[in-house]
């Protein structure tokens, strides 16, 4: 079974700080996705990469930025933590495009 | 173009019941299209996934319905039971998944 692992289950964090989310999957995906999941508004996509060391934005970047520096990991970053960013976190794998995404439980990030 | 419209946001079903959601989309180059089951606390996961060269696609009690031509396409979950009870969203791809804003599902017994 494919295991996407995030670290945190629930954060908090205060405006302005550095904010790291790490998601480690298990199955050797090529692709990887950060999404935020807020109520009324479904999963938006913030970032993703199809490689190592390769990434693309996604619908709603603003404020984020990602590393992949291993195969297994992908980082979502917050440079300027904010309140607007108060919201559920979800990484996702795939072995490519347009297959099953497997998603990790969500990290519940409050911004104080 | 790149949304997808998903309805009812809430359904209530009673046991036994059929329980219908139906989404729509406006781009014609999606060709994936996945419906995914969210309990609370956890993450979403893939619960049946059509493509759209089929007009049906049945596993067990989930079914999905697809219409190319509307382009619109629903799940029917039958004989729903109170374990359904879950947030469930279709999406459609051509590269990245497009979801919709989710329906909750409340079977009652």
């Known amino acids: 079974d494919v295991k996407v692992t995030q670290s945190s289950r629930y954060l908090v964090k205060r405006t302005g700080e550095k904010v790291f989310l790490e998601c480690v999957q298990d199955?050797?995906?090529?692709?990887m996705f950060w999404y935020r999941q807020d109520p009324g508004l479904g999963l938006r996509l913030i970032y993703f990469?199809?490689?190592?060391?390769?990434?693309e934005k996604g619908d709603i970047p603003e404020g984020y930025s990602v590393s992949r520096e291993k195969k297994e990991r992908f980082s979502l970053i917050l440079e300027s933590a904010s309140t607007n960013q108060t919201s559920m976190y979800l990484c996702?794998?795939?072995?490519?495009?347009?297959?099953?995404?497997?998603f990790g439980d969500g990290t519940r990030l409050s911004i104080l | 173009q790149q949304q997808v419209k998903q309805s009812p946001q809430s359904l209530i079903v009673q046991k036994g019941g059929i329980s219908i959601i139906n989404c729509a989309y406006e781009?014609?180059?999606?060709?994936?299209f996945p419906w995914y089951q969210q309990f609370p606390g956890k993450g979403p996961a893939l619960l049946i996934a059509?493509?759209?060269?089929?007009s049906e696609k049945k596993e067990g009690r989930f079914t999905i319905s697809f219409n190319k031509s509307a382009k619109q396409f629903s799940l029917h979950i039958m004989d729903s039971q109170p374990g359904d009870s879950a947030t469930y969203f279709c999406?459609?791809?051509?590269?990245?998944?497009?979801f919709g804003k989710g329906t909750k599902l409340s079977v009652k017994p």
């Open positions: 999406a459609a791809s051509r590269r990245n998944l497009i």
């Open positions: 199955m050797d995906h090529e692709n």
């Open positions: 996702a794998s795939s072995t490519s495009w347009n297959q099953p995404q497997h």
């Open positions: 781009n014609t180059a999606f060709d994936y």
């Open positions: 059509i493509r759209p060269d089929v």
């Open positions: 990469s199809y490689d190592v060391k390769m990434k």
